[in-house]
């Protein structure tokens, strides 16, 4: 008969520092309290639901404090050959590069949420469900960066993805319900071919924790070898997915007119960012004995991304309805590209961390403006329309929602003064150039000079001289739409521009990220 005594029995219990999972369990914690109070509060009180979800949103980001400054802090281990327990073994790691991607996921979940106000009364979305929906959605987001697993990534992963559907097709027009079966039915099959490849790198590489793949895959036997390089590839899938790589990016246009605009700003920043850390973990770490050969494929993919994004742009009619949305998602592809750039030379460096930084201070500076200007379109529709020919005029009717979208959109273009774009990207040209990927510099620096088209001739329209109806509106008291604009979006605009315009004076705040290492 076996014993099923141990010697020490405390050693099976696992220690958690709750500390280190703050961040992420205070935004599960307040989606359940949103869902329970729904439940009791009379529908007269339910804008308390949005107020309720911005706190647990920013509790989430005070959260993040404690974890600065000091040496990283790791969570769920299990015991190495000697007994102890180190990093490499944990599923949980609360590091430097963990910390930047869950300031950019909760942050931008804040940014949303603000942005949500006025769209779920105004749109009369059901406040109870929207509110779960976005901080179950950023739970994920917030879980992924600190993950150190190949499982706990994946539920990560889907615990961001779920609810997102539901966000997309909660608008009850036609066009979200269209939206968000395109969503679903594209995400689905990139998580099945992701979990596919898991399986076959778990089969070659014994393990599941991203520093013991590394070591499995680069000590495994030679008939082994093919089924791991396919269980890379495949692994990388639902990441791309969520990044919008081509070719995995035909359901964003789509998906982003259909959803309520904070929803698509939601998906460009913070499911971009969570797709992106995922997909840094997973090459630096997990797949890092195999790093020319994605290196090369990433390098690929950011030069064929990029152009697709801004080709995409440019075919964009100005004149047809939800063309502003249709234009930044097209945008969103195109700045996809940008990101994948350092992680790209992460592959050629000896070490990721200067080209990782370099892509968490490009995203920080993409989430900011990007859900800035989703802000502005959102002020705009709400009296006109979202087509890039509404915005004509806009300086004479609202002249501080014209220059905040002037300077976001200077920011993406990387033009003065919007310095902190133009800093973001010198950052990123220059992750190309010091790994030796001269040839994507290059191509990156043409699309940067085709994106100046777009983005130009959208801001030429918000100075251009007002048509005779704008000015008739302009005289009967339209140009102080700004003064009765909704709270949240008056706040969404003031954050995001102050933000924006602050990082532009002092670029070293968000530019230092991409000098240290983030592992």
């Not at 509790?59 to 299990?78: D, E, H, N, Q």
């Not at 901080?135 to 987001?141: D, K, R, V």
């Not at 920080?364 to 087509?387: D, E, K, W």
């Amino acid at each position: 008969m076996t014993s099923l005594a141990v010697a020490n029995p405390g050693s099976l219990i696992q220690s958690v520092d709750w500390v280190a999972i703050a961040p992420p369990l205070i935004a599960a914690v307040a989606a359940v309290a949103v869902l329970v109070t729904d439940l009791f509060l009379p529908e007269r009180h339910r804008k308390w639901l949005g107020r309720l979800t911005a706190a647990g949103l920013a509790l989430a980001l005070i959260a993040l404090l404690p974890l600065t400054g000091g040496s990283p802090r790791a969570t769920f281990c299990v015991q190495n050959v000697a007994g102890v327990t180190d990093s490499a073994g944990c599923s949980y790691v609360a590091d430097h590069f963990a910390l930047v991607f869950q300031l950019l996921a909760l942050g931008g979940a804040l940014i949303a949420a603000l942005l949500s106000a006025h769209t779920v009364e105004e749109e009369r979305l059901p406040g109870g469900e929207y509110w779960f929906l976005l901080l179950s959605s950023a739970t994920g987001a917030a879980l992924l960066p600190a993950s150190r697993d190949l499982a706990t990534m994946v539920i990560a992963l889907e615990v961001a993805s779920l609810p997102a559907f539901a966000l997309v097709a909660l608008r009850r027009d036609g066009r979200g319900a269209e939206a968000a079966l395109k969503f679903f039915v594209s995400s689905v099959t990139a998580t099945a071919v992701m979990l596919l490849g898991i399986g076959f790198v778990y089969a070659a590489g014994g393990s599941l924790h991203l520093a013991a793949v590394a070591q499995g895959l680069e000590h495994a036997p030679a008939q082994l070898r093919p089924l791991a390089e396919a269980g890379a590839v495949l692994t990388l899938v639902g990441f791309a997915f969520k990044v919008a790589a081509v070719p995995f990016h035909f359901w964003v246009p789509d998906t982003y007119t259909g959803a309520p605009l904070p929803v698509a700003g939601y998906l460009s920043v913070v499911g971009k960012a969570a797709g992106l850390s995922g997909l840094a973990l997973a090459t630096t770490i997990a797949f890092r004995p195999y790093a020319h050969t994605w290196g090369l494929v990433l390098a690929v993919l950011a030069a064929v991304t990029m152009t697709v994004g801004n080709v995409g742009a440019l075919r964009q009619r100005f004149d047809t309805r939800y063309s502003a949305v249709r234009l930044l998602a097209w945008s969103s592809v195109g700045q996809a590209g940008y990101l994948l750039v350092p992680l790209a030379a992460a592959g050629y460096a000896p070490t990721g961390a200067d080209p990782l930084g370099a892509t968490a201070a490009y995203a920080l500076i993409y989430g900011v403006v990007n859900l800035g200007a989703f802000g502005v379109v959102a002020a705009v529709g709400r009296r006109a329309g979202t087509s890039v020919d509404d915005f004509r005029g806009l300086f004479a009717r609202r002249r501080w929602t014209a220059l905040a979208l002037a300077f976001f959109l200077l920011c993406l273009a990387g033009l003065p003064p919007g310095v902190i774009g133009l800093f973001g990207k010198v950052v990123v040209f220059r992750a190309a150039v010091d790994a030796g990927l001269g040839w994507l510099a290059v191509v990156m620096a043409a699309n940067v000079v085709v994106a100046l088209y777009y983005y130009l001739l959208w801001t030429a329209r918000i100075f251009a001289p007002a048509t005779a109806d704008e000015a008739a509106d302009e005289a009967a008291g339209g140009a102080g739409d700004e003064r009765r604009l909704p709270v949240g979006l008056t706040a969404t605009l003031g954050l995001t521009a102050s933000v924006a315009v602050v990082l532009s004076l002092a670029p070293q705040l968000v530019l230092q990220v991409a000098g240290g290492s983030l592992f």
